[in-house]
């Protein structure tokens, strides 16, 4: 016989609270006390009790869903972030409607999350790290509750991003610090928000260290656009150090320095940027500038839903910090 599903009476019960403050656990989890919510909380998972979200929008008048408007999700950085938005929307309850970009600028933008609007989402993360060359009179006062990750354009919502220059910097200070005379780079496009920010935190941590800032070579984030911009490096005996704006492209260094028949770190160190979990796995292991994209999501979700629920944000702008990866990939050079 099938198991009786669990009822809000049933986690009451267990919890020893009325169906009321379980009511109010499950819509605004902000007005329970933090010991009781523990309990209430403690008695769902028992009981193995999941809310009726579509009731609970009926109650609410919203619908419990979120939308995401999103770039390539093929690549690393926006997948991650993704998932990490998927997981903290529904720990809060909501589930996630996802539209993909075409376009850049403000114009889609607002088509984008109007179109999610009319889907019955109750707000939109934008997660749109391009920047746009293209200025639109995109009415922004018409649009949904609204939160960015990593803007590229940014526009009248608050913003959650990765301190892009600063990783840069902790990237290229590592290396100057094991006495590298110079730092090469593999850039990511000059579209991006990320590879922008992350060859100016390059620039400035050369500059302030008085030595020679060498000429970018830009990448697509593809391992191929590494392994390419590589060969048109390495061939220099000056080149001793690389930073690789995302572990993709250097993946692809790496094997342009194998086919070259040099070694790492030992003729070249090399350190890349997002740590992606098979950063761990290059041989040898990659040193990496660590994005933490589960925080990031979560971050943003909770900034869109206090949003949603409120009518206002706590901050217009939650930068993170990133975190350097030490690993066997960088080390001083040959004397």
């Known amino acids: 016989m099938a198991r009786r599903a669990a009822t809000v009476a049933d986690v009451a019960r267990l919890a020893g609270v009325s169906a009321m403050t379980v009511s109010r656990v499950i819509n605004r989890p902000d007005r329970v006390a933090v010991g009781t919510r523990e309990r209430v909380l403690a008695a769902m998972s028992s009981l193995d009790y999941r809310p009726n979200l579509m009731a609970r929008g009926l109650a609410s008048g919203r619908s419990q869903s979120i939308g995401v408007l999103t770039v390539d999700t093929t690549l690393y950085g926006p997948r991650a972030a993704l998932r990490g938005i998927e997981v903290a929307a529904r720990?809060?309850?909501?589930?996630?409607?996802?539209?993909?970009?075409?376009?850049?600028?403000?114009?889609?933008?607002?088509?984008?999350?109007?179109?999610?609007?009319?889907?019955?989402?109750?707000?939109?993360?934008?997660?749109?790290?391009?920047?746009?060359?293209?200025?639109?009179?995109?009415?922004e006062s018409d649009l949904p509750p609204m939160v960015a990750i990593h803007a590229g354009m940014p526009g009248n919502y608050p913003v959650v991003s990765v301190d892009q220059a600063l990783g840069a910097r902790l990237a290229t200070e590592h290396l100057l610090g094991l006495g590298h005379r110079t730092v090469w780079q593999v850039a990511g496009p000059s579209l991006w928000f990320e590879g922008v920010e992350r060859v100016r935190g390059w620039e400035q941590a050369l500059t302030e260290a008085g030595t020679e800032?060498?000429?970018?070579?830009?990448?697509?984030?593809?391992?191929?656009?590494?392994?390419?911009?590589?060969?048109s490096l390495l061939p220099d005996p000056a080149v001793t150090a690389i930073f690789a704006a995302n572990d993709s492209m250097a993946l692809g260094v790496l094997r342009a320095m194998h086919e070259l028949g040099l070694r790492c770190p030992e003729d070249v160190s090399l350190i890349g940027f997002d740590d992606f979990p098979e950063a761990a796995?290059?041989?040898?292991?990659?040193?990496?500038?660590?994005?933490?994209?589960?925080?990031?999501?979560?971050?943003?979700?909770?900034?869109?839903?206090?949003?949603?629920?409120?009518?206002?944000?706590?901050?217009?702008?939650l930068v993170l910090a990133p975190e350097l990866v030490l690993r066997q990939s960088t080390a001083a050079p040959r004397s």
Do not use: M
């Open 91 to 139: 720990d809060l309850g909501y589930s996630v409607t996802i539209s993909h970009l075409t376009d850049p600028d403000q114009t889609a933008v607002a088509q984008g999350a109007n179109l999610l609007r009319s889907r019955s989402c109750d707000g939109v993360i934008l997660l749109q790290p391009l920047i746009s060359g293209v200025v639109h009179d995109a009415d």
């Open 213 to 231: 800032v060498p000429p970018v070579v830009h990448g697509d984030w593809s391992a191929a656009s590494g392994y390419q911009a590589a060969l």
């Open 281 to 317: 796995y290059f041989s040898p292991g990659l040193t990496t500038v660590r994005q933490d994209f589960d925080e990031i999501g979560k971050r943003s979700v909770e900034l869109l839903v206090q949003l949603i629920e409120t009518g206002s944000s706590p901050t217009p702008h």
